[in-house]
């Protein structure tokens, strides 16, 4: 190579450098050195095999880091999915422009790559995009296993809500690891995409061992628990039981605004909002002809009683679109600025609620949705699984892949991101319910009033169903959506389900660009 392209290179290098560190651009791979010798890296997009237009060797200096940016230029999409640094090449890393910046800790004592996944569908502060957490993580991991480099994505730029794109997430390209939502587990494991789970860490409750069980195996290692939930400033709302209740009690409110908040819309809503009020309504052993088609339309008329519980002046906005395509104030935003009386949501949903109102005084009051007469909670679950194509039981990284989530489940890793401690001080806790016990067991949840409404529903809670394919949750989710609208003709269900799924908005709410909330289904 000639002199003056060595000199382009070093002067790119270098402005390249200056206006990473200084935080100009966003979605950088930051080589970050801790050794003692320097280390030297290739990445996606630098070298001529992968688009580039010459061979970047990239020398770390020990104790330096460096900010490495796309190749916009190249042919392909601007993405690093890889980086090799002394012959440790990790996969997936899904780095886009756009997207959350992300650390290597290169020790040298490195040996191996394992590759994460983390559910990114948490509530954190709009300016925040998981940075902290992240670094805690591969800190944690880190100082207990030198010898294996941690590669951890917690971006929404991976789509496990596409199950196309779940066959490449879990293929040989994808990651080792993988912290998703169980709706679809019976599709990874009848696609062998995942393998059998053996639970190592603290011990799960019972319904979530349920929930990452499919054909009597236990395929994944439970994490986070998730329902819908009723919230209120008054203490009255923990007195209804029942929809019929709830109705009764929504009528009382004052008229002054709507007295729900909260989002009906989106393709993974329809069909769980569903099965929930169909279980209410019929019992937990009806569940599997929840899923059978067509809607039932006594459970179509009890979800639409509840959701007409938002409308004021002729307007819904639960089932308009306008708190599901997020253009306007978010669901908690106006229940805790008073713009409506009650909200509906997770139970993170918490963190935005303490987060919005402008005064903490009023005790904070919680319900499980009663969509039916037959109060029964139903859990979702996100669980760890590991990759069948990259992670085979018995190899090296299964003992790593077991390693790591032993840790992610453990009491003090669910403790610092529960209590938002990657946060600013003062930032009101996550409040995720944990899917392990010992969690639970700790004198501060014990104590803690918002936790203490939570905790009787694992005595009765069942895991929601765990075998959705893509067939029966569009097929669902088209006959209940036409359901609905001949109840109510301007509900509206979203984009199509193809679209949603492409772009990762597969929960209640679409995912904000301020840093919302999980919007689960």
């Known amino acids: 190579m000639g002199v003056i ?19 100009v651009f966003a979605g950088q791979l930051i080589l970050k050195n801790t050794s003692s010798s320097p280390i030297t890296c290739t990445v996606d997009g630098w070298t001529r095999a992968s688009g580039g237009s010459f061979d970047w060797f990239i020398k770390v200096e020990p104790g330096q880091s460096f900010y490495v940016g796309q190749n916009t230029s190249r042919p392909n ?3 690093i999915n890889w980086a090799n640094c002394n012959n440790l090449q990790t996969r997936a890393m899904t780095l886009t422009p756009k997207g959350p910046n992300q650390t290597l800790v290169l020790n040298g004592q490195q040996t191996r790559v394992l590759n994460v996944s983390l559910y990114s569908y948490l509530p954190t502060l709009p300016t925040d995009n998981f940075e902290s957490l992240v670094a805690y993580v591969v800190k944690s991991w880190q100082a207990q296993h030198p010898d294996v480099l941690l590669n951890a994505v917690l971006s929404q730029e991976v789509k496990i809500y596409d199950f196309t794109k779940l066959r490449t997430i879990l293929g040989n390209d994808g990651f080792d690891v993988v912290e998703l939502d169980v709706l679809y587990l019976g599709f990874l494991a009848d696609n062998q995409l995942i393998n059998p789970a ?11 061992l349920a929930g990452s069980t499919y054909k ?7 994490s986070w628990l998730c329902m819908n939930f009723i ?15 709830l109705l009764s009690y929504m009528n009382s409110l004052p008229s002054a605004v709507p007295a729900l908040a909260g989002s009906f819309n ?9 099965i929930n009020a169909y279980v209410q309504r019929y019992g937990l052993n009806a569940m599997p002809q929840a899923m059978q088609m067509p809607p039932d339309n006594a459970v179509i008329s009890q979800l639409v009683a509840l959701s007409d519980t938002c409308q ?22 106006a229940f805790a600025t008073g713009q409506s009386s009650t909200e509906m949501g997770f139970s993170e949903q918490s963190f935005y609620v303490n987060l919005y109102r402008p005064s903490q005084s009023a005790p904070l009051y919680v319900i499980p949705v009663p969509w039916g007469q037959n109060p029964q909670p139903l859990l979702f679950q996100d669980s760890f699984v590991s990759s069948a194509a990259t992670c085979k039981p018995g190899s090296q990284c299964s003992r790593d892949a077991q390693a790591f989530t032993t840790m992610m489940t453990g009491v003090a890793m669910k403790n610092y991101i529960v209590q938002s401690q990657d946060l600013p001080a003062g930032t009101p806790w996550r409040t995720l319910l944990v899917a392990t016990q010992p969690f639970w067991q700790q004198s501060q949840i014990v104590n803690n009033a918002y936790y203490q409404q939570l905790r009787p529903i694992f005595d009765s809670a069942a895991p929601f169903p765990n075998n959705f394919t893509e067939s029966v949750q569009t097929t669902m989710d088209t006959q209940i959506c036409a359901a609905l609208k001949v109840q109510r003709p301007q509900f509206d269900c979203g984009d199509s389900a193809k679209t949603l799924l492409a772009t990762g908005h597969a929960k209640t709410q679409p995912r904000p660009t301020s840093g919302e909330s999980r919007s689960k289904l």
């Not at 053996?198 to 979530?208: C, E, F, K, L, R």
């Not at 989106?266 to 569903?274: C, D, E, L």
């Open 5 to 23: 392209s060595r000199m382009t290179m070093r002067v790119f290098a270098i402005v390249l450098f200056i206006f990473a560190s200084a935080g």
């Open 77 to 79: 999409p601007p993405i």
């Open 198 to 208: 053996q639970i190592s860490g603290d011990a799960p409750w019972p319904v979530a």
């Open 216 to 222: 009597g195996q236990l395929w994944g290692i439970p």
């Open 231 to 245: 919230y209120a400033f008054d203490k009255a709302i923990t007195r209804q039981k029942t929809l019929d209740n």
């Open 266 to 274: 989106g393709h993974w809503a329809v069909p769980s909002n569903y």
């Open 312 to 333: 004021k002046n002729g307007i819904n906005q639960c089932t308009n679109g306008y708190f599901y395509n997020g253009t306007g104030v978010t669901p908690e935003q």
